[in-house]
């Protein structure tokens, strides 16, 4: 990754009709290498609204102009919490450098009522401690959704829209989404595709949260864990705990080491030695599909003392092929990811679905809504990400 020479932020007042917006946009760098800090949180201190740095570790934050004189916090795993005065910014740039923080785990004070845990007993306890950590009453978040497919290497489907999630706790159950708006839908998928239905690529996310669903490594069962060290992140000290089902199959957790909150889950799967690790899916003849990889990341972020989703991100590939020949048609991968920009704790529960689980998300979309998106809080585009647009409008322009 190639380092970044210098980072800046700068805030100015910005004119929207009859309202006004702090806009802020930066790029969060780590202190000693320059190399930028890909999804650090960046949130106004005791506020839900906040954003996300991106791969290449720039943001773009518009806020009410009455938070002018609060507070800006960047955190980031691994590295000492920084806050900036939000109006210390006007009219000036201002570096935001992230210094690393890791810390050996005999640093960690044990108390004389405690016993040492092993890796395992901790992700258990993490577990047990859900009903503590994370909300068991209605709430809300809202976020940026993105799911992009790539066939063969090249971009051939791109969706992107802002959505709102209505949860009653945080106990298994599927929640209701309101798809507020859509700002970028195109799909040239491969003719192919169009013998087999796609899901709602939203419902794919949602299913997967391992910590609401208790499964994947935090069911524990059949996983190994070793505790691999002590992190800094915010204010508190986290365990970072690597897993191992099978050579197909592994995890990286971190774990709050004084309320055991779950602050990240990275898991792994993939096939080893050619051979298939977790799934074949039997399509109409003469196709199969046949998953060759899979990762998932979550990272929650506190407020008002409890844990919420601050960001999601799958991916998976494929192999299509004719199940008579063997031969592989296409290879396909698929990227989903929700940047979560606002909390609203104790809001009631939404209607039953605003969005239909049964169709995919593009075939639900409004018209396009420029006002709704010119202030949104979306994450900054990347130079990959524009690469990927650029090629999917010049496609989207070709006749059939």
């Known amino acids: ?69 609060d507070t800006l916090v960047l955190s980031a795993i691994g590295y000492e919490r920084l806050a900036v005065a939000i109006g210390s910014w006007l009219d000036k740039e201002a570096a935001l450098k992230l210094k690393p923080s890791s810390i050996q785990l005999a640093e960690i004070v044990v108390r004389p009522t405690d016993k040492e845990l092993s890796a395992k007993e901790i992700v258990k306890k993490a577990v047990s401690h859900i009903p503590q950590n994370y909300p068991m009453e209605p709430f809300s978040i809202e976020g940026f959704f993105r799911d992009l497919q790539m066939e063969n290497g090249q971009p051939v489907e791109l969706l992107e829209a802002a959505v709102k999630f209505y949860y009653k706790d945080y106990n298994p159950g599927y929640e209701a989404v309101d798809v507020m708006e ?54 508190s000290l986290v365990y970072k705990i690597s897993g191992r089902k099978s050579a197909s199959e592994t995890a990286v957790l971190y774990i709050n080491t004084e309320t055991y909150a779950i602050l990240r889950i990275e898991l792994r799967e993939r096939m080893v030695n050619g051979e298939f690790y977790r799934r074949y899916l039997n399509l109409p003849d003469p196709y199969g599909q046949q998953e060759t990889s899979f990762t998932m990341l979550f990272e929650f972020r ?62 639900q979309a409004k018209p396009y809504n420029e006002a709704f998106w010119k202030y949104y809080n979306a994450p900054v585009e990347t130079a990959k990400e524009s690469v990927i647009l650029k090629a999917l409008s010049e496609m989207e322009s070709k006749p059939e």
């Open 182 to 235: 859509v700002r970028k839908s195109f799909n040239r998928r491969h003719a192919i595709n169009g013998d087999y239905d796609r899901q709602n690529s939203i419902i794919d996310l949602m299913e997967d949260n391992y910590v609401k669903h208790r499964f994947g490594p935090i069911d524990v069962k059949g996983w190994k864990f070793a505790i691999d060290s002590v992190m800094r992140y915010d204010r």
């Open 1 to 69: 990754m190639k380092p970044y020479l210098f980072a800046f932020c700068f805030l100015a007042l910005t004119a929207y009709g009859q309202e006004k917006y702090l806009s802020l946009k930066g790029v969060v760098t780590d202190s000693q290498s320059g190399e930028p800090v890909a999804y650090a949180s960046v949130f106004v201190k005791g506020q839900p609204q906040g954003t996300m740095s991106n791969e290449d570790g720039r943001f773009l934050l518009y806020l009410s102009p009455d938070l002018k004189s």
């Open 302 to 363: 506190e407020f008002e003392g409890k844990m919420y989703l601050k960001y999601q991100r799958e991916e998976d590939s494929y192999n299509l092929f004719n199940k008579t020949t063997h031969a592989i048609i296409l290879k396909q991968s698929f990227m989903k990811e929700l940047f979560v920009n606002n909390v609203i704790p104790h809001e009631p529960h939404g209607p039953d679905q605003t969005m239909n689980m049964n169709r995919s998300v593009e075939g």
